[in-house]
T-cell receptor, first 112, second 113 residues
């Protein structure tokens, strides 16, 4: 158990819909990272927050957004969903800006 | 551009047959190289961090080594429970990266009894 909690574990929705994925980082960790994993692309970095502030963006679509709340949990919002958004979405955390990331078990999104 | 390439994509071994997985990287200043294990449908599980060329780390049947251009994950006398996808990742010294890890696509290891 990494200490990072993600909900929901599985989510099935239709094209055009909007979903919210939630992440609770390890106790004391200020940095939260979101990654997308699809079969052919591997783990792709989406966005990072540190203590409530956005710090870095990767290959995140404009239809996607995220935030980190004062209690340090984070949410990833995916809107106007397309079939190609079907993937595993992982949250990871660490205490600062360096060292290993600890990953949650992921949220599997299926868009039909 | 920072890049990580892992080979082979898939590896099938018999139980007890030792082998190595390769991770080649290009990065604008290496801050750390990381190995993870991922089981199907699960999140990546941290294994090792290596920081400088010549460094080695061991855990049970696994040993990770690092040179200036690549890292190897050596698996000695593997067991079926070592079957998983092994991921390699790097962190750059570049300040704009904010500590993001760049991942390779992984090596899928299958160990048959």
């Amino acid at each position: 158990d990494s200490g990072v909690t993600q909900t929901p574990k599985h989510l099935i929705t239709a094209t055009g819909q909007r979903v919210t994925l939630r992440c609770s980082p390890r106790s004391g960790d200020l940095s939260v990272y979101w990654y997308q994993q699809s079969l052919d692309q591997g783990l792709q970095f989406l966005i990072q927050y540190y203590n409530g502030e956005e710090r870095a963006k990767g290959n995140i679509l404009e239809r996607f957004s995220a935030q980190q709340f004062p209690d340090l949990h984070s949410e990833l919002n995916l809107s106007s969903l397309e079939l190609g958004d079907s993937a595993l979405y992982f949250c990871a955390s660490r205490a600062g800006q360096a060292g290993e990331l600890f990953f949650g078990e992921g949220s599997r999104l299926t868009v039909l | 551009e920072d890049q990580v390439t892992q080979s082979p994509e898939a590896l099938r071994l018999q139980e007890g047959e030792s082998s190595s997985l390769n991770c080649s990287y290009t990065v604008s200043g290496l801050r750390g190289l990381f190995w993870y294990r991922q089981d199907p449908g699960k999140g990546p599980e941290f294994l090792f961090t290596l920081y400088s060329a010549g460094e080695e780390k061991e855990k049970e049947r696994l040993k990770a080594t690092l040179t200036k251009k690549e890292s190897f994950l050596h698996i000695t006398a593997p067991k079926p429970e070592d079957s998983a996808t092994y991921l390699c990742a790097v962190q750059s010294n570049y300040g704009g990266s904010q500590g993001n890890l760049i991942f390779g696509k992984g090596t899928k290891l299958s160990v048959k009894p």
